[in-house]
């Protein structure tokens, strides 16, 4: 991901910051509108990985507390296992995120995408959060299996009380020729491309009921282009990023040449090209289906999540003005939330389901103490 900047790429953001104060009031937004069209909650709760800050990513535990908190959808990144299952993992690989150096060692680099779905069951991908996060760590996260696409789905549709919708990133997919149909096969065989309603009476359809059940999310502008193709009707977003395959960026400075202390601040101080080379990505997006963008945010307190500052009020109203949503990636903090909120989002991707629903007012009635305890972790 060759990204740089310069002095002259300061000068610019700040030329392109000065479109003004864009505060949407989300309730009362237009996009609310443009949401309720496609059947999506304004603003929407993404629970990124599920309820990943309080317990591991992409395994049952995250997904049942994300769910059972309240979250509008539950995100996650597919890739495909050896012999063709749908499964649910982050990273390219499975070193941060399970035992496979212990059980596999002679294989721990390799992609999960090498490894059968029989195989990828036998790792533990809970314990290594007890020891990331020894204070939110738990004896029950030990041997938490990754999960496939059809567990998350049961997950999903576990709960009468609250039904979560899906959202679905295609992970790498130029590693996976063909995984957005195998999606929308899998979606179609478990029902989830048509809105179901369960609900009685005059009650409004909930997220996992509605047309906005599913919403498809990918980076590559190649993947959008085949989901489109492979399911029109369904809501897709494209990702925003700077670098390769993504905008380009307005100079070509390092990170090593930056100067700057960490990634995250060298990230912050990225732009995209100029103001046109959004708007292009904008339209890239549009003329492929989606119904809004994911751009990154530069967090308030930096971090690994930390990226570029893709939600600029400027950013947000040319987003609006072209009919498209805008759902943020990865927010965690409150002054981060108003900080988006006011800028113009229209959804939130976050670890914290539960810091989210409150900062929304629709705190979920339990703890997530109480919640992991419920659901038996
Ligand atoms: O899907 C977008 C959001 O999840 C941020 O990207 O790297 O966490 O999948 P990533
Ligand atoms: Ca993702």
Redesign the pocket.
């Known amino acids: 991901m060759p990204v740089t900047f310069s002095k002259s790429t300061l000068l610019l953001s700040l030329l392109l910051g000065m479109g003004g104060a864009y505060a949407a009031n989300a309730s009362n937004a237009p996009e609310a509108a443009v949401a309720s069209a496609q059947g999506i909650p304004h603003p929407a709760v993404i629970a990124?990985r599920g309820a990943s800050f309080d317990a591991p990513e992409s395994t049952a535990a995250s997904y049942k507390l994300a769910r059972d908190l309240g979250a509008d959808y539950l995100?996650m990144?597919l890739q495909r296992s050896k012999d063709g299952v749908l499964f649910a993992l982050?990273d390219n690989g499975l070193l941060r995120t399970t035992d496979v150096a212990k059980k596999f060692p002679e294989r721990k680099d390799s992609p999960a995408s090498a490894f059968t779905l029989a195989e990828l069951k036998t790792l533990d991908a809970g314990s290594w959060f007890n020891q990331a996060y020894p204070q939110r760590a738990r004896p029950s996260f030990v041997g938490l299996p990754i999960l496939t696409l059809d567990e998350i789905i049961d997950i999903a549709q576990g709960n009468p009380q609250h039904k979560p919708g899906l959202y679905i990133?295609t992970k790498e997919p130029k590693q996976f020729p063909g995984i957005e149909r195998d999606l929308k096969n899998k979606l179609t065989e478990r029902g989830w491309l048509k809105p179901v309603t369960t609900t009685a009476g005059n009650v409004a359809p909930q997220t996992g009921e509605g047309k906005g059940r599913v919403i498809l999310?990918t980076f590559e502008k190649n993947s959008l282009e085949l989901l489109q193709k492979e399911m029109p009707d369904t809501p897709k977003i494209l990702?925003l990023w700077i670098g390769e395959g993504g905008m380009a960026a307005s100079s070509g400075v390092s990170f090593a040449d930056s100067g700057e202390k960490d990634k995250a601040a060298y990230y912050a101080k990225l732009q995209p090209k100029d103001k046109d080379e959004f708007l292009h990505w904008l339209d890239v997006a549009k003329a492929n289906g989606a119904i809004g963008t994911?751009p990154s945010a530069a967090l308030t307190h930096g971090g690994a999540q930390s990226y570029f500052d893709l939600i600029q009020p400027w950013m947000n109203k040319a987003t609006h003005d072209k009919g498209l949503l805008v759902h943020v990636?990865?927010l965690d903090e409150p002054v981060d939330f108003k900080k988006a909120t006011d800028a113009g989002v229209d959804g939130i991707?976050t670890n914290r389901a539960s810091e989210l629903l409150k900062y929304y007012q629709r705190p979920a009635a339990k703890s997530v103490n109480q919640l992991l305890e419920q659901n038996g972790y």
Do not use: A, C, I, V
């Open positions: 990124h995100e990144d982050h990133e999310q990702l994911g990636y990865t991707f």
